[in-house]
């Protein structure tokens, strides 16, 4: 089994900057993609973010040029660097890693932008 756990969240001021991580413990193999998504009440998850084991990304059109996923090459853990923050940012951002056959997802971390 794999768990994944997301820290970095917290409240920041609009404009201002963040730095998530998503660290995995447990039986983890090769990492396929790294993904971040994000839940804003009453909104359907969307995706914010993805990474692709040959190194492909793509982002969400609203996050485009903002945000940077990446990944530590020594250990499981992903990152997703949050700048220019918006109020629209705000939400429950979750990692999912899918390795294999297996999409493993963490439990959260909150963000949110004060105007």
Do not use: H
């Amino acid at each position: 089994q794999v768990q994944l756990v997301e820290s970095g969240g917290g409240l920041v001021q609009a404009g201002g900057s963040l730095r998530l991580s998503c660290a995995a413990s447990g039986s983890v193999d090769f990492i396929d993609t790294i993904t971040w998504y994000r839940q804003t009440p009453g909104k359907e998850r969307e995706l914010v973010a993805r990474l692709t084991s040959n190194g492909d990304t793509n982002y969400g059109d609203s996050v485009k040029g903002r945000f940077t996923i990446s990944r530590d090459s020594a250990k499981p853990t992903a990152y997703l660097q949050m700048n220019s923050l918006k109020v629209e940012d705000t939400g429950v951002y979750y990692c999912k890693f899918r390795i294999g056959l297996s999409a493993y997802w963490g439990k959260g971390t909150p963000v949110t932008v004060s105007p």
